[in-house]
Structures are given as structure tokens and as C-alpha cells.
């Protein structure tokens, strides 16, 4: 698997201020988590359909779990930042995770 595939936010980019997603009707009742193959606790715990029931409610239970997944994201990908630094091949991962990137927020 390249890096660029398991660093990548499959879900439109969650990470950021993008949490309105969640309000879409389309994730009543998805019981997908936030990302798939993520380890995070609020992937393993909760689906998109109740974090959206916790957003639309105002709950502050919501924006923590996106929080929870925001941060595990982010601290996975700059260990493989490191990880590619080291090896000397942070060149091409920087440029598989842009356009990745790119390609969701199409």
C-alpha cells in the first residue's frame, strides 16, 4: 500500500474546520465510521450517522469524538512524515499526499 493511500482522509477531508458535513441528511443512518481502517477510538466506537445525531443535537460529545479523530489523523501522518524523512523519500510522499488531497476536496 503506498503511503499516500493510508494517510489520506477518505471521508471529503474531515480534517479542518469541515465538520458541517455531518449535518447532511445523507448520514442518518450510516453506520460507517468516520474513516474506515481508522484505529481512532471514535471510528472503532461510534458511526457517522450518531456523530451526526450528536452534531445536530449541539452536543459537545460530536465535536470531541471528530476532535479525537482529527488528532489520531494527524499524529499518524507526521509519523510517516518522519518516517519518509528518514528514508529519504519525503519528496515523493509530500507530493502523493497533495494530490490525493486534491482529489477529495473535488
Not at 56 to 75: C, D, P, Q, S, V
Not at 76 to 84: F, G, H, T, Y
Amino acid at each position: 500500500m503506498r503511503a499516500a493511500d493510508t494517510s489520506r482522509q477518505e471521508w471529503n477531508g474531515l480534517h479542518g474546520d469541515r465538520h458541517d458535513q455531518f449535518k447532511n441528511a445523507e448520514f442518518i443512518l450510516d453506520k460507517n465510521p468516520i474513516e474506515e481502517n481508522c484505529v481512532c477510538e471514535a471510528c472503532r466506537e461510534f458511526s457517522r450517522g450518531y456523530i451526526r445525531h450528536l452534531i445536530k443535537a449541539e452536543e459537545i460529545l460530536g465535536l470531541r469524538l471528530i476532535t479525537l479523530h482529527n488528532l489520531h489523523f494527524y499524529l499518524n501522518l507526521m509519523n510517516q512524515a518522519r518516517s519518509e524523512v528518514e528514508k529519504g523519500t519525503f519528496d515523493q510522499f509530500r507530493k502523493a499526499f497533495v494530490a490525493g488531497t486534491k482529489r477529495e476536496m473535488r
